[in-house]
Structure formats: structure tokens, C-alpha cells
């Protein structure tokens, strides 16, 4: 069982940036693909951004290339989203989620592990 808890949600105005933590309990870490997700109102969960175990494969969904980065610590068994240039439509709950598969794939059944959820509110 992973244990996943996200960080750093809150409110922002339109152009500011935030940055989103994502912290995982035990040993295995190191061997998770991680992937960030997000729920806006009314919207059905959709994929935001992916990371393989090493980091070195990675994805983002179009909505946010060249605004938002995903990265990874393994030493200290955390994932992060930076993200820049924020807009109203990326208010949502943003859910971090791990998968024993060793790539990253977009996809919400591949995951097995999944945070509680941290909200993220932009203004305009």
C-alpha cells in the first residue's frame, strides 16, 4: 500500500504561479510512476502531467506544456508541479496518483494509488 498526501494548493490570481507537492509514505517510491491529475467543477478528472521512476520520461497535457513542470526527488520520496502562468480554467482539485508501471501513461485506470486531493483556485 502507498500512501500519497499533496501540498500546496491554495488561491492565486490569473498570471501567478504555485507550486504543488506530492509526498509518498514507504520504500518504494524510487519505483513508482507518478502522475499529477486535476478535477475542475462540473468536469470529469483529466490528466495534467506524468513522470516515470527515473524522470527521465515525461508528459503533459496540452493544456499545460510550457507553463507547468513536473519533477521528482526520490531521496525524499516526493513529486512536484510547478506551475507557472496560471488561468482561471486550471482551477481544480489536483490529485497526485503512482503506478507500480514503469512508464507514464496518461490514463486514470492505470494508476493505483491516488492522494486525497489539494484545491487549486485561480482568479481573474
Known amino acids: 500500500q502507498v500512501q500519497l498526501v499533496e501540498f500546496g494548493g491554495g488561491l492565486v490570481q490569473a498570471g501567478g504561479s504555485l507550486r504543488l507537492s506530492c509526498a509518498a509514505d514507504?520504500?518504494?517510491?524510487?519505483?513508482?510512476?507518478m502522475a499529477w491529475f486535476r478535477q475542475g467543477p462540473g468536469k470529469e478528472r483529466e490528466f495534467v502531467a506524468a513522470?516515470?521512476?527515473?524522470?527521465?520520461?515525461?508528459r503533459y497535457a496540452d493544456s499545460v506544456k510550457g507553463r507547468f513542470t513536473i519533477s521528482r526527488d526520490n531521496a525524499k520520496n516526493t513529486m512536484y508541479l510547478q506551475m507557472n502562468s496560471l488561468k482561471p480554467e486550471d482551477t481544480a482539485v489536483y490529485y497526485c496518483?503512482?503506478?507500480?508501471?514503469?512508464?507514464?501513461?496518461?490514463?486514470?485506470?492505470?494508476?493505483?494509488?491516488w492522494g486525497q486531493g489539494t484545491q487549486v483556485t485561480v482568479s481573474s
Open positions: 496518483a503512482a503506478s507500480f508501471r514503469s512508464m507514464p501513461i496518461p490514463t486514470i485506470a492505470q494508476y493505483d494509488y
Open positions: 514507504g520504500r518504494t517510491f524510487s519505483s513508482l510512476s
Open positions: 513522470i516515470s521512476w527515473t524522470g527521465r520520461t515525461i
